[in-house]
């Protein structure tokens, strides 16, 4: 990975632009995420509740019930997606190569655990941290780095934890943390030792430092942003045609059985969420009649990965690395409900 820098002109270190970077990611963060979470907080401390789940009162009609999902998910989204559009683009014209591949770009398990811990204050779901995530792969990081980051971000997200203490147990939220972190550096070693770094993610900008910054960086953004955006778009308006099929409300229905705990597991890797929406999905599931082992199967599953954010990274990994995953994350799920099975 190291021999990638010498590809590219020597050019002079201006300071400003890593400053600037940060000064992006602290203040977007703060706006979109971090003090509105802080907030929610003291909500569902008090109230053990952090709103209505999202799939609830889904239309009969499956274009009604597309567009009603859309316009409900976009709403909650839409600031971190133009974030994550945002630091996505940024870190490949502010950060140096070279410090990108010191932190991240070796195959040692060392830049998959940074990959990890620079995963934990962003708090995106998965769609989100996809845009961030291929432009990493475009600066060359690792593909086991990338994949930890992208994975870290919903999984190990602090306000989640913290949220569904408040409003499902102390217990789920440590199962949820153990599993998570499993699962982040499971599928991420498992990814490194799968795919070649050498043969993914191509530079999107060779030899374009001699441009004027503003010209990159809006070159750059419209890249990523036709890489990623509209499938991403496409894909939310079909999963929201699926929703009633993919999670049913019955009272009773979704039991504490096998065959629930492989069906949600299922469930939760293809359908889309916003971040913490998993925790009212899965009150109002379980307070309809849900089963423990369904429900811990989701609360892995729904925020790791979805058909959505496979999609926005089918350009920055290669199809194996998407699949390892997709099935990395089911089969974890699975697991895990098998286990609250067995143990109760």
């Not at 992006?24 to 971090?34: D, E, Q, R």
């Not at 799968?194 to 030899?207: C, E, K, L, R, W």
């Not at 993919?246 to 299922?266: E, K, R, S």
Request: glycine share 8%; aromatic share 12%.
């Amino acid at each position: 990975m190291t021999q990638l820098s010498s590809h590219f002109p020597a050019t002079r270190f201006a300071w400003w632009k890593p400053l600037l970077f940060l000064a992006v990611v602290v203040i977007g963060l703060w706006y979109v995420k971090w003090q509105p979470y802080y907030g929610k907080a003291f909500t569902a401390a008090e109230t053990h509740s952090i709103g209505k789940s999202i799939l609830a009162n889904a239309a009969d009609s499956p274009w009604r019930a597309a567009l009603d999902y859309a316009m409900v998910y976009f709403l909650a989204v839409w600031k971190a997606a133009v974030l994550g559009v945002i630091l996505g683009s940024l870190v490949q014209v502010l950060i140096p190569r070279a410090w990108l591949l010191r932190l991240m770009g070796s195959s040692r398990f060392g830049s998959t655990l940074m990959g990890t811990g620079l995963g934990l204050p962003g708090m995106m779901c998965s769609c989100c941290a996809a845009p961030v995530t291929a432009g990493l792969r475009q600066s060359q990081v690792s593909s086991g780095a990338a994949m930890a980051f992208w994975l870290a971000n919903p999984l190990l997200n602090p306000a989640t934890l913290i949220f569904m203490g408040f409003v499902l147990s102390w217990n789920f939220a440590a199962i949820r943390l153990v599993a998570g972190l499993m699962m982040v550096l499971g599928i991420a070693w498992l990814v490194q030792r799968s795919v070649p770094d050498q043969t993914v993610a191509a530079p999107i900008i060779p030899a374009r430092d001699e441009q004027p910054f503003l010209t990159r960086w809006l070159w750059v953004m419209w890249r990523l942003f036709c890489n990623t955006i509209p499938l991403y778009i496409i894909a939310v308006l079909l999963l929201g045609a699926a929703r009633v099929w993919l999670f049913p409300h019955a009272d009773g229905a979704v039991g504490n059985t096998l065959f629930w705990v492989m069906l949600m597991a299922i469930a939760g890797c293809l359908f889309v969420i916003p971040t913490a929406a998993e925790i009212p999905i899965v009150q109002t599931m379980m307070l309809a009649g849900m089963g423990v082992a369904p429900a811990l199967a989701l609360l892995v599953t729904l925020p790791a990965v979805s058909v959505p954010s496979l999609l926005m990274l089918h350009r920055a990994f290669p199809a194996r690395a998407l699949w390892i995953a997709l099935i990395g994350v089911a089969g974890s799920g699975m697991l895990l409900g098998v286990l609250a099975l067995w143990l109760a």
